[in-house]
């Protein structure tokens, strides 16, 4: 496993401010910005997203899902993907104590 916190190539701070994106039809885009000198620090482009602590709907807005989707598979889906979003946030944590690194 590696884990990285993400840093400013220009000023070296870890202080960073997601900036999230979102369009009809195409994927969404967070741009990474530093807190201390405002630059664009990374551009990731998102198949799959969620937000820990936002319900259901919050999930099925961000996925597209409509109507005549099947409700029961995304509920699973929404359960599968929680679990795995606290684990790996858990593993990575654990994984920069173990370096002594900051959290």
């Known amino acids: 496993m590696e884990v990285h916190r993400q840093t400013c190539q220009d000023c070296g701070s ?5 900036i999230l994106v979102r369009e009809e039809g ?5 741009f990474v910005r530093c807190a201390k000198c405002g630059d664009l620090v990374a551009r990731y ?3 799959d ?3 820990h602590g936002k319900d259901v709907e919050s999930f099925l807005r961000s996925h597209g899902a409509e109507a005549s989707d099947s409700g029961r598979s995304h509920l699973d889906e929404f359960g599968r993907i929680q679990d795995e979003a606290q684990e790996g946030y858990e593993q990575a944590l ?7 690194k900051e959290i």
Do not use: C, S
Not at 26 to 30: H, L, N, P, S
């Open 14 to 18: 870890i202080d960073v401010r997601n």
């Open 26 to 30: 195409r994927a969404q885009m967070v």
């Open 45 to 47: 482009r998102l198949r």
């Open 49 to 51: 997203y969620y937000h």
């Open 94 to 100: 654990n994984y920069l104590r173990e370096k002594g």
